[in-house]
């Protein structure tokens, strides 16, 4: 079993491991562990997608949440595509502040020139222009603080995917 993993610079990294288990196979392990009544680990199963949460009782705002799609590859040989972010509510939020923002520095950089082709006070749409972009990377920043803050919890998710597929039941 061997992990890829993508750049330590993204917000929800990324990995694959291949496996040498077929895809049916895989997708049982899982379900016999996080189906049992002993599992604390929530998680939901649609083909070959699995979402596997954080312990409702452990759970906070920067909770992540583990995605994985199992992809067959051959008869006895399968994919594990791996993602772990924040719960969609979460990222939907942060995705749709960055787009006010995005719009919002666009359509002041258009009044900033305007005002200045017009030879009128541009002083606010200068001061949004400024601003705008401190306040996309305090956004970036605040992202990362909650990557580092949910770390622990994304361990737990790691550990709880490699000891299933390590399992030879």
Same mark, same amino acid.
Request: with cysteine; proline share 5%.
């Given at each position: 079993? $061997?992990?890829? %993993?993508?750049? $330590?610079?993204?917000?929800?990294?990324?990995?694959?491991?291949?496996?040498?288990?077929?895809?049916?196979?895989?997708?049982?392990?899982? %379900? %016999?562990?996080?189906?049992? %009544?002993?599992?604390?680990?929530?998680?939901r199963?649609?083909? !070959?997608h699995?979402?596997v949460?954080?312990p409702?009782k $452990?759970?906070? #705002? =920067?909770?992540? &949440?583990?995605?994985? $799609?199992?992809?067959?590859?051959?008869?006895?040989?399968?994919?594990?595509? @791996?993602? #772990? !972010?924040?719960?969609? &509510?979460?990222?939907t939020?942060?995705?749709?502040?960055?787009?006010?923002? @995005?719009?919002?520095? *666009?359509i +002041?950089?258009?009044?900033?020139?305007?005002? =200045?082709?017009?030879e009128?006070?541009?002083i606010?749409? *200068?001061?949004?222009?400024?601003?705008?972009?401190?306040? =996309?990377?305090?956004l970036? +920043?605040? !992202?990362?603080? @909650?990557?580092?803050? !949910?770390?622990?919890?994304?361990?737990? *998710?790691h550990?709880?995917?490699?000891s299933i597929l390590?399992?030879k039941?």
């Amino acid at each position: 079993m $061997e992990e890829k %993993k993508s750049s $330590e610079v993204f917000l929800r990294p990324r990995f694959t491991i291949d496996l040498d288990e077929n895809y049916e196979t895989v997708i049982e392990k899982f %379900k %016999k562990v996080l189906k049992a %009544k002993d599992c604390a680990y929530p998680s939901r199963f649609s083909d !070959g997608h699995i979402i596997v949460d954080v312990p409702k009782k $452990e759970e906070h #705002f =920067w909770s992540p &949440q583990l995605n994985m $799609e199992i992809v067959e590859a051959d008869e006895n040989k399968s994919t594990l595509k @791996g993602l #772990f !972010g924040p719960k969609p &509510q979460v990222w939907t939020l942060f995705m749709f502040i960055h787009f006010i923002v @995005g719009i919002s520095f *666009l359509i +002041f950089a258009v009044m900033l020139y305007v005002n =200045w082709s017009l030879e009128r006070d541009f002083i606010m749409p *200068l001061m949004l222009v400024i601003f705008l972009p401190i306040f =996309w990377a305090v956004l970036y +920043f605040l !992202g990362r603080i @909650g990557k580092s803050t !949910g770390h622990n919890q994304m361990d737990d *998710l790691h550990d709880l995917m490699t000891s299933i597929l390590e399992r030879k039941d």
